[in-house]
């Protein structure tokens, strides 16, 4: 049969056919081609085809960046199933509106900027992009050409070359690589992090050739793999050379005169141009630099496709958009900016169709749409029958097809998905294949028989396509990284000083680094960098400054045997409570039923190892005889709900009941809808009660409690009631527990005697963290974020309408939801008038504690339901409202806020894998208090993902910790300082509980004329210095050295002599440490060493192993002879003999 397409009807050939034929006719005469049919995920599934049968460069044009970034990852899943090697790529927006005054996330320019490096050497075959993408300018392709710069192993390169490449491409120098866009130079190593790349690099030099360049780990500063070739590109999309700057400073004063700009604001942006780098919103004064103007079309190759997806929803929103940018061009000009014409910086629509003509297109639609002048092809897809969400009705279908002798590919997202879906057809005698991947829908492909069915159409969840990735490490110590001149410092002898800086002082083998701490009176103490280990930087509790102490004076260790009295009396009450749990028998779970691996293997995302060990270390309480009370930190949205879903299983399928005990009725109700989507395919009964239930349902949800019937209860402190009453309690979930006040929080004490706790939490609480940290509580962190999600960017603003309708406006554009927190219900309908007024196609909720209970929970559901864009509300959303599509929140009067408040609101966005934007109003800096703005600094600061334990530390700076530790600790925090109050606390705790504690532990003072240090060229920032000098000062092992050997090598490059002594030195301190010698010093050609009586050798046992060189010159003083032939061998010999000495202990 002949499947030619005729331009007067559409015909229907086999679907391969088909692909064929359109590839065939992109070689023709025709323009333009319809390919009908093509319903949900079979679109990707052509492409896929389609890529196969030509050798054109395909790019996709999408409506808006979320239908974008689905057709990209079913695109991603049909390549893998067509075993095509190349992957499809996406080239995403800023996300940020025409003429705001931001500028894109760093990975965002770095994944665009990477992507238009490759088109320009045509190294990408097939591209989505969302329209909004395509209609604005990008970099003109010369200017990228000359700013990119390859690196190759074994390069001749000059290092001064290279660092003026770095900052004339907008990279920044630091001391420590730690983002994207920044650089660091230490001798003959170079850290960049370039922003197209996962890892941050390293350069090592040798003279002027590049020896090896490794990626390395951010938290660690740990080489990670050597790689042989990298090519650097400029961290902004916009990076003008001083030329380019002068020329854009005359044409930007010239359209200032025209469009008549404030003269403030003008002054202010020139005065940026001229002497900042790089500032937020610099990527829109493109126009001014660069004198030629290029789109994506200039980077296309000239036989490229133009694939419309739905193409009526393309030039619709092409429409739309341009409305967009012609509107916030005129709102910036009546604001008094600068800022370009339009047809300066983006596409008019006629331009893209003028484009577009010159190209072949294809346009894929789902209906079939008569044309009698375009050549179409009618695709056969048929969509999936509705499987109800049950294996059982996919098997009766599956029986059904096999009699067809279809091909059923079921494709599910995880390992534990795919193994679960295996088991299942095993069971049912059912033939098909399952493949690891993603597609947003299943459907039928009548000419190939061909069925393809998504995990989540058969079990019934709608799938939020997320992965996750590993938290960066936080192996490298970081106690003085951010110490300045100023601070205060704890002397655990000495107590509290103020640090002052270092100074250079001679010593008796030559000069010296020292610690320069002020104490009382103006008297000064120089710390050796071997003293190191004796401070700590001083955490008190609030914004009052400390009193220093005196030097010589007997306040200070009369003032830690005080707060030490205290301590002891507060953890022998909180150790009673915990010593009756470690003896109360608790129900023993029985060990993974095989209901319990069903569950798990349906979870949708792969857990990281921290969520593993989470959840293995509450199985293992569970099943253990004893009480269990555990306490899941994690930040919002990494997974704690899903370790207590397990427990509450695990619980259930033993016939026990699970109280579910959360702060807000919003809370519960999501906990709710979370829950018996979870345990849907399960006989769980899962309610709740809380204020969306009448009182008469309350007493029947109770009863039904009290006999049984329901397996999982979920409510507020209603649960507390005395008239809650259970069949058989096995479990308490409690979320969140800091938000409940004291009588509640003694109601759960009492019930900590009596059944397994397990307690959720974000942002502990530091009475909770730290309490756990002493084992007195078990305690299990999840630190690990979804892998697509992005920090939230957060801006601290005077309220402004422009902002709000800005930032509303751009959260409405890309399909999203908005939330709008302000607290006071007597002026919350001024506040929807006032949006409303500048938005007025938004469609506005409002939600507040005091609406009736039906009106709040439909608010809630409109909200969830996408039926409006702005929830205007207090801050009744703070906890428990997880919706993807809403990434903006906007908190009205965000200074009365508390800290850790603010982080739980901010916490409702960001959920999902799109730029979240946090916008905290103020009425001015002048009108809030400097706590107040100490906290908006700090949580502005804390965007970085996994922040909430930095914050529960900076929370305890900013509003003190003593009282959240009752029993008057206050005043002896600020009197010691929150670090040493701590370590008083674990020695106490360790006493009581009748553990080893070491009350004066040695530290030997090692003089054998052998001076070792760290030079300043060698590591030229002084923190890192003294985070270095640190370390050696608190290891224990010799492993450790190695380690930091290595490490050295690595961060540094080759260590130079001074180090290495430094390095030996602190092996020799270590034995001796272990062998109890308090003293060793150089006398002649012998090496003294003082013994301790304490010591766990006796010296008889010494003298079994002596040789020659050892001799004993008393019982407790051991010498050593030298033949003094050089330092390295003299030291050589020390440690070989030191180390056969502390063997025997070991062999003891």
Same mark, same amino acid.
């Given at each position: 049969?002949?499947?030619?397409?005729?331009?007067?009807?559409? /015909?229907?050939?086999?679907?391969?056919?088909?692909?064929?034929?359109?590839?065939?006719?992109?070689?023709?005469?025709?323009?333009?081609?319809?390919?009908?049919?093509?319903?949900?995920?079979?679109?990707?599934?052509?492409?896929?085809?389609?890529?196969?049968?030509?050798?054109?460069?395909?790019?996709?044009?999408?409506?808006?960046?979320?239908?974008?970034?689905?057709?990209?990852?079913?695109?991603?899943?049909?390549?893998?199933?067509?075993? /095509?090697?190349? $992957?499809?790529?996406?080239?995403?927006?800023?996300?940020?509106?025409?003429?705001?005054?931001?500028?894109?996330?760093?990975?965002?320019?770095?994944?665009?900027?990477?992507?238009?490096?490759?088109?320009?050497?045509?190294?990408?075959?097939?591209?989505?992009?969302?329209?909004?993408?395509?209609?604005?300018?990008?970099?003109?392709?010369?200017?990228?050409?000359?700013?990119?710069?390859?690196?190759?192993?074994?390069?001749?390169?000059?290092?001064?070359?290279?660092?003026?490449?770095?900052?004339?491409?907008?990279?920044?120098?630091?001391?420590?690589?730690?983002?994207?866009?920044?650089?660091?130079?230490?001798?003959?190593?170079?850290?960049?992090?370039?922003?197209?790349?996962?890892?941050?690099?390293?350069?090592?030099?040798?003279?002027?050739?590049?020896?090896?360049?490794?990626?390395?780990?951010?938290?660690?500063?740990?080489?990670?793999?050597?790689?042989?070739?990298?090519?650097?590109?400029?961290?902004?999309?916009?990076?003008?050379?001083?030329? #380019?700057?002068?020329?854009?400073?005359?044409? /930007?004063?010239? &359209?200032?005169?025209? #469009?008549?700009?404030?003269?403030?604001?003008?002054?202010?942006?020139?005065?940026?141009?001229?002497?900042?780098?790089?500032?937020?919103?610099?990527?829109?004064?493109?126009?001014?630099?660069? %004198?030629?103007?290029?789109?994506?079309?200039?980077?296309?190759?000239?036989?490229?496709?133009?694939?419309?997806?739905?193409?009526?929803?393309?030039?619709?929103?092409?429409?739309?958009?341009?409305?967009?940018?012609?509107?916030?061009?005129?709102?910036?000009?009546?604001?008094?900016?600068?800022?370009?014409?339009?047809?300066?910086?983006?596409?008019?629509?006629?331009?893209?169709?003028?484009?577009?003509?010159?190209?072949?297109?294809?346009?894929?639609?789902?209906?079939?749409?008569?044309?009698?002048?375009?050549?179409?092809?009618?695709?056969?897809?048929?969509?999936?029958?509705?499987?109800?969400?049950?294996?059982?009705?996919?098997?009766?279908?599956?029986?059904?097809?096999?009699?067809?002798?279809?091909?059923?590919?079921?494709?599910?997202?995880?390992?534990?998905?795919?193994?679960?879906?295996?088991? &299942?057809?095993?069971?049912?005698?059912?033939?098909?294949?399952?493949?690891?991947?993603?597609?947003?829908?299943?459907?039928?492909?009548?000419?190939?028989?061909?069925?393809?069915?998504?995990?989540?159409?058969?079990?019934?969840?709608?799938?939020?396509?997320?992965?996750?990735?590993?938290?960066?490490?936080?192996?490298?110590?970081?106690?003085?990284?951010?110490?300045?001149?100023?601070?205060?410092?704890?002397?655990?002898?000495?107590?509290?000083?103020?640090?002052?800086?270092?100074?250079?002082?001679?010593?008796?083998?030559?000069?010296?680094?020292?610690?320069?701490?002020?104490?009382?009176?103006?008297?000064?103490?120089?710390?050796?960098?071997?003293?190191?280990?004796?401070?700590?930087?001083?955490?008190?509790?609030?914004?009052?400054?400390?009193?220093?102490?005196?030097?010589?004076?007997?306040?200070?260790?009369?003032?830690?045997?005080?707060?030490?009295?205290?301590?002891?009396?507060?953890?022998?009450?909180?150790?009673?409570?915990?010593?009756?749990?470690?003896?109360?028998?608790?129900?023993?779970?029985?060990?993974? %039923?095989?209901?319990?691996?069903?569950?798990?293997?349906?979870?949708?995302?792969?857990?990281?190892?921290?969520?593993?060990?989470?959840?293995?270390?509450?199985?293992?309480?569970?099943?253990?005889?004893?009480?269990?009370?555990?306490?899941?930190?994690?930040?919002?949205?990494?997974?704690?709900?899903?370790?207590?879903?397990?427990?509450?299983?695990?619980?259930?399928?033993? !016939?026990?009941?699970?109280?579910?005990?959360?702060?807000?009725? /919003?809370?519960?109700?999501?906990?709710?809808?979370?829950?018996?989507?979870?345990?849907?395919?399960?006989?769980?009964?899962?309610?709740?009660?809380?204020?969306?239930?009448?009182?008469?349902? #309350?007493?029947?949800?109770?009863?039904?409690? !009290?006999?049984?019937?329901?397996?999982?209860?979920?409510?507020?402190?209603?649960?507390?009631?005395?008239?809650?009453?259970?069949?058989?309690?096995?479990?308490?979930?409690?979320?969140?527990?800091?938000?409940?006040?004291?009588?509640?929080?003694?109601?759960?004490?009492?019930?900590?005697?009596?059944?397994?706790?397990?307690?959720?939490?974000?942002?502990?609480?530091?009475?909770?963290?730290?309490?756990?940290?002493?084992?007195?509580?078990?305690?299990? @962190?999840?630190?690990?974020?979804?892998?697509?999600?992005?920090?939230?960017?957060?801006?601290?603003?005077?309220?402004?309408?422009?902002?709000?309708?800005?930032?509303?406006?751009?959260?409405?554009?890309?399909?999203?939801?908005?939330?709008?927190?302000?607290?006071?219900?007597?002026?919350?309908?001024?506040?929807?008038?006032?949006?409303?007024?500048?938005?007025?196609?938004?469609?506005?909720?409002?939600?507040?504690?005091?609406?009736?209970?039906?009106?709040?929970?439909?608010?809630?559901?409109?909200?969830?339901?996408?039926?409006?864009?702005?929830?205007?509300?207090?801050?009744?959303?703070?906890?428990?409202?997880?919706?993807?599509?809403?990434?903006?929140?906007?908190?009205?009067?965000?200074?009365?806020?508390?800290?850790?408040?603010?982080?739980?609101?901010?916490?409702?966005?960001?959920?999902?894998?799109?730029?979240?934007?946090?916008? &905290?109003?103020?009425?001015?800096?002048?009108?809030?208090?400097?706590?107040?703005?100490?906290?908006?600094?700090?949580?502005?600061?804390?965007?970085?993902?996994?922040?909430?334990? #930095?914050?529960?530390?900076?929370?305890?700076?900013?509003?003190?910790?003593?009282?959240?530790?009752?029993?008057?600790?206050?005043?002896?925090?600020?009197?010691?300082?929150?670090?040493?109050?701590?370590?008083?606390?674990?020695?106490?705790?360790?006493?009581?509980?009748?553990?080893?504690?070491?009350?004066?532990?040695?530290?030997?003072?090692?003089?054998?004329?052998?001076?070792?240090?760290?030079?300043?060229?060698?590591?030229?920032?002084?923190?890192?210095?003294?985070?270095?000098?640190?370390?050696?000062?608190?290891?224990?092992?010799?492993?450790? @050295?190695?380690?930091?050997?290595?490490?050295?090598?690595?961060?540094?490059?080759?260590?130079?002599?001074?180090?290495? !002594?430094?390095?030996?030195?602190?092996?020799?301190?270590?034995?001796?440490?272990?062998?109890?010698?308090?003293?060793?010093?150089? $006398?002649?050609?012998?090496?003294?060493?003082?013994?301790?009586?304490?010591?766990?050798?006796?010296?008889?046992?010494?003298?079994?192993?002596?040789?020659?060189?050892?001799?004993?010159?008393?019982?407790?003083?051991?010498?050593?002879?030298?033949?003094?032939?050089?330092?390295?061998?003299?030291?050589?010999?020390?440690?070989?003999?030191?180390?056969?000495?502390?063997?025997?202990?070991?062999?003891?």
């Amino acid at each position: 049969m002949n499947h030619s397409i005729l331009p007067d009807k559409a /015909i229907s050939p086999s679907f391969d056919n088909g692909v064929r034929e359109i590839a065939k006719q992109l070689d023709g005469d025709s323009a333009v081609l319809h390919a009908d049919g093509l319903k949900g995920a079979s679109r990707s599934f052509f492409l896929a085809r389609l890529v196969e049968a030509t050798t054109r460069p395909i790019v996709v044009l999408t409506s808006n960046q979320n239908s974008g970034e689905s057709l990209i990852g079913d695109l991603r899943y049909f390549y893998h199933f067509n075993n /095509i090697k190349n $992957v499809p790529r996406f080239f995403p927006t800023w996300e940020i509106l025409p003429y705001e005054n931001l500028s894109p996330l760093a990975e965002i320019s770095g994944e665009r900027l990477e992507i238009l490096n490759r088109l320009q050497r045509g190294k990408i075959p097939f591209l989505v992009v969302p329209v909004e993408a395509l209609m604005q300018c990008v970099i003109p392709r010369a200017e990228l050409d000359n700013q990119t710069f390859p690196i190759t192993k074994g390069d001749s390169l000059d290092r001064e070359f290279l660092e003026a490449c770095l900052f004339d491409n907008g990279y920044t120098r630091i001391p420590l690589v730690e983002n994207r866009g920044e650089f660091s130079v230490r001798g003959d190593i170079v850290d960049v992090f370039p922003t197209a790349s996962t890892n941050p690099l390293r350069f090592e030099f040798f003279d002027d050739i590049v020896e090896s360049i490794r990626e390395f780990d951010i938290g660690s500063q740990v080489s990670l793999k050597e790689i042989k070739e990298i090519e650097i590109l400029p961290v902004r999309e916009v990076s003008p050379t001083p030329g #380019q700057k002068d020329a854009g400073l005359e044409k /930007i004063s010239k &359209l200032a005169e025209k #469009q008549g700009a404030d003269p403030a604001g003008l002054n202010e942006l020139l005065d940026k141009i001229q002497h900042l780098g790089n500032f937020v919103g610099m990527e829109h004064l493109a126009p001014f630099f660069y %004198p030629r103007r290029e789109t994506l079309f200039d980077y296309f190759p000239k036989d490229t496709v133009i694939v419309f997806d739905e193409e009526e929803d393309v030039r619709s929103k092409i429409g739309h958009y341009h409305e967009i940018i012609h509107t916030e061009f005129n709102s910036a000009c009546d604001r008094g900016d600068v800022v370009a014409p339009p047809d300066w910086f983006y596409l008019e629509p006629e331009e893209i169709n003028r484009r577009l003509a010159d190209m072949k297109t294809i346009t894929i639609n789902t209906l079939n749409i008569e044309s009698d002048d375009v050549p179409t092809v009618r695709f056969n897809i048929k969509t999936n029958p509705v499987l109800q969400g049950k294996f059982e009705v996919f098997a009766e279908k599956g029986m059904e097809w096999e009699k067809e002798n279809r091909r059923v590919v079921v494709v599910a997202p995880t390992k534990g998905q795919v193994k679960r879906v295996h088991e &299942l057809l095993g069971e049912y005698d059912l033939d098909a294949d399952v493949d690891r991947g993603y597609v947003s829908n299943g459907f039928h492909c009548p000419d190939l028989n061909l069925t393809f069915v998504a995990e989540h159409e058969i079990f019934g969840r709608t799938h939020k396509h997320r992965y996750r990735r590993k938290p960066k490490s936080q192996s490298f110590q970081r106690g003085f990284k951010d110490l300045k001149p100023g601070d205060y410092l704890v002397h655990i002898d000495y107590g509290i000083g103020r640090y002052m800086g270092t100074r250079e002082l001679e010593t008796g083998v030559g000069s010296g680094e020292f610690l320069n701490i002020t104490y009382a009176d103006g008297e000064k103490l120089y710390i050796p960098m071997d003293g190191l280990a004796f401070i700590q930087k001083y955490v008190g509790s609030g914004e009052v400054p400390p009193a220093l102490n005196k030097l010589g004076g007997v306040s200070w260790k009369r003032q830690k045997n005080k707060v030490k009295e205290s301590i002891r009396e507060m953890a022998e009450d909180l150790l009673k409570l915990y010593a009756t749990r470690e003896i109360a028998t608790g129900t023993s779970f029985p060990v993974n %039923p095989v209901l319990m691996q069903e569950l798990t293997d349906s979870f949708e995302f792969e857990e990281t190892e921290d969520q593993l060990k989470a959840i293995d270390d509450t199985m293992a309480d569970l099943e253990s005889s004893k009480s269990m009370d555990r306490l899941i930190c994690g930040d919002v949205g990494y997974g704690k709900t899903e370790v207590a879903m397990r427990a509450a299983f695990k619980v259930v399928l033993d !016939k026990k009941q699970v109280a579910v005990l959360v702060p807000t009725t /919003i809370l519960a109700q999501q906990h709710l809808i979370t829950f018996r989507e979870r345990f849907r395919n399960y006989p769980v009964n899962v309610n709740m009660v809380s204020r969306f239930r009448s009182a008469q349902e #309350q007493k029947e949800i109770l009863k039904n409690v !009290k006999s049984g019937e329901v397996d999982i209860i979920i409510g507020t402190h209603r649960l507390l009631s005395k008239d809650v009453n259970f069949s058989d309690l096995g479990l308490i979930i409690v979320d969140e527990e800091q938000r409940f006040g004291v009588r509640h929080k003694e109601a759960l004490k009492k019930l900590r005697n009596k059944v397994d706790i397990l307690t959720l939490t974000a942002t502990p609480i530091p009475r909770t963290l730290h309490f756990s940290l002493m084992g007195v509580r078990d305690l299990s @962190v999840i630190e690990t974020p979804p892998v697509d999600r992005l920090a939230i960017k957060t801006f601290v603003r005077k309220f402004d309408e422009k902002v709000i309708r800005e930032s509303i406006l751009r959260e409405m554009d890309r399909g999203g939801q908005i939330y709008f927190v302000h607290n006071k219900i007597k002026s919350i309908h001024s506040v929807k008038e006032m949006i409303q007024r500048i938005i007025p196609e938004a469609r506005i909720g409002i939600g507040h504690g005091q609406l009736p209970e039906h009106q709040l929970e439909e608010v809630m559901r409109k909200f969830i339901d996408k039926e409006t864009d702005v929830l205007l509300c207090t801050t009744i959303v703070e906890s428990g409202l997880d919706i993807p599509s809403a990434n903006t929140i906007i908190i009205n009067r965000a200074d009365q806020f508390g800290l850790a408040q603010l982080y739980q609101l901010r916490g409702r966005v960001g959920r999902y894998k799109h730029q979240a934007y946090a916008y &905290l109003l103020i009425p001015g800096t002048l009108a809030i208090s400097s706590d107040a703005r100490h906290r908006l600094i700090a949580i502005e600061e804390l965007s970085e993902l996994g922040s909430g334990f #930095q914050l529960a530390a900076r929370d305890m700076e900013i509003r003190g910790v003593g009282n959240m530790l009752g029993h008057n600790q206050s005043g002896h925090i600020a009197s010691i300082g929150f670090d040493l109050y701590s370590k008083l606390i674990e020695d106490t705790v360790r006493e009581i509980k009748g553990q080893e504690v070491a009350s004066n532990p040695i530290e030997p003072e090692i003089n054998l004329q052998v001076k070792g240090y760290i030079p300043k060229d060698y590591i030229p920032d002084l923190n890192q210095r003294l985070e270095v000098y640190r370390r050696l000062q608190l290891f224990d092992t010799l492993g450790e @050295v190695d380690v930091l050997e290595n490490e050295l090598n690595d961060r540094y490059g080759k260590f130079p002599e001074p180090v290495e !002594k430094l390095l030996l030195l602190v092996v020799i301190k270590i034995i001796c440490k272990k062998i109890h010698i308090s003293r060793a010093y150089m $006398v002649g050609s012998e090496a003294r060493f003082d013994i301790e009586s304490t010591t766990p050798i006796a010296p008889e046992k010494i003298a079994v192993i002596a040789d020659k060189r050892i001799v004993f010159l008393s019982e407790f003083r051991m010498g050593i002879k030298l033949d003094r032939k050089g330092w390295k061998k003299d030291i050589q010999v020390l440690i070989d003999h030191l180390k056969k000495i502390a063997d025997t202990i070991e062999n003891e």
